[in-house]
C-alpha cells in the first residue's frame, strides 16, 4: 500500500519543513500543491529527500471549463506546466480539477461549461500521454458551480478519453454518495480525508462518518496500485490519519 500526503497540511509554512515532516514521519509520498506559494519548487530542492512525488496542479484562480478563450487558455497552460514539472521529477500522477461554472455561466450556458470542460480534459490528457505522465481528474464537492460532482457523468468521459480518476473520497461522501457508490474502475490515485457529509472539512480519518475501511478494501480487493494521498489540514491531522492507515490497514 503507497501511502503520501498532501503538502496542503503546510501550506502556511515553507516547503522544506513540509518535506521533512513527511519525511520524518516515514511517510514514502509527498503530493506538491503546485500553485502559491509554492508555484515556482526547486527541483534540487524535491531530490534533497527521500521522499516519492505526486503534484496537484494549480487550482486557485484556474478554470478549465471557462467559456472566456483567454482564461482557459491560460488554466490548460499552468496545469500543463504541472505536468512538465511530473515528467521531470518522475511523479506517479497529476491532479487536475475539471472546472469551474460561475453565476452566469451555470445559469446560461451549463452545457456549453461542461462542453468545454471536455475538451479541456481531452487535451490535457494527450498532453500528458505525450510525455508519459498520467493526468487524472478529481471529483468535486456539492459547491455551488463546481462542475463533476456527478462521479458518473466524470467516469465515463475519462473512460471515452482512456483518462483515469482521482477519487476524493471526502467530496465523494460531501455529494452524497455511498461507499459503495464511489468505487470506479477508471480510479488511479486517491484523495483520503474524513467529514460528516455536511462540509468538505478534510477531517483526520476516523474522525468523520465515512466507512473509509469498506471504501479502501474495496480498493485493494480491485487491486489499486495507485497512491492514498492523506488530503487533511494541517500536521496534526497528517499523524492522526497516518496512525488510522496503519492502524486498519
Known amino acids: 500500500m503507497k501511502i503520501g500526503t498532501s503538502t496542503l497540511a503546510g501550506i502556511e509554512h515553507e516547503l522544506d ?17 503546485h500553485q502559491y506559494p509554492t508555484e515556482f519548487i526547486d527541483k534540487e530542492l524535491l531530490e534533497s529527500y527521500n521522499l516519492k512525488y ?25 496545469i500543463k506546466s504541472s505536468i512538465d514539472l511530473a515528467r521531470d521529477i518522475n511523479a506517479e500522477a497529476v491532479v487536475v480539477h475539471p472546472g469551474l461554472a460561475p453565476f452566469l455561466a451555470n445559469k446560461y450556458f451549463k452545457e456549453k461549461v461542461y462542453e468545454t470542460a471536455n475538451e479541456s480534459i481531452k487535451e490535457i490528457g494527450d498532453y500528458a500521454k505525450d ?11 456539492s459547491f455551488e458551480g463546481m462542475i463533476y460532482q456527478n462521479m458518473d457523468d466524470l467516469n465515463q468521459i475519462l473512460l471515452e ?40 472539512s478534510h477531517l483526520p480519518l476516523g474522525e468523520g462518518s465515512i466507512d473509509l475501511k469498506y471504501i479502501i478494501n474495496t480498493l485493494e480487493s480491485k487491486n489499486y496500485k495507485g497512491i492514498y494521498i492523506l488530503e487533511v489540514n494541517d500536521y496534526d491531522s497528517i499523524k492522526k490519519s497516518y496512525e488510522y492507515m496503519k492502524k486498519n490497514f
Open 17 to 33: 519543513g513540509t518535506l521533512e515532516f513527511i519525511e520524518n514521519l516515514g511517510i514514502e509520498y509527498a503530493e506538491l500543491v
Open 131 to 141: 510525455l508519459g505522465v498520467m493526468a487524472t481528474i478529481e471529483n468535486m464537492p
Open 161 to 200: 478519453n482512456d483518462m483515469y480518476m482521482t477519487l476524493d473520497i471526502g467530496h465523494a461522501n460531501h455529494s452524497g454518495y455511498s461507499a459503495d457508490g464511489m468505487i470506479f474502475d477508471s480510479i488511479k490515485h486517491v484523495h483520503a480525508h474524513d467529514n460528516f457529509g455536511d462540509d468538505d
Open 54 to 78: 505526486s503534484i496537484h496542479a494549480p487550482f486557485m484562480d484556474v478554470n478549465i471549463a471557462s467559456l472566456q478563450s483567454q482564461t482557459r487558455t491560460n488554466s490548460i497552460a499552468q
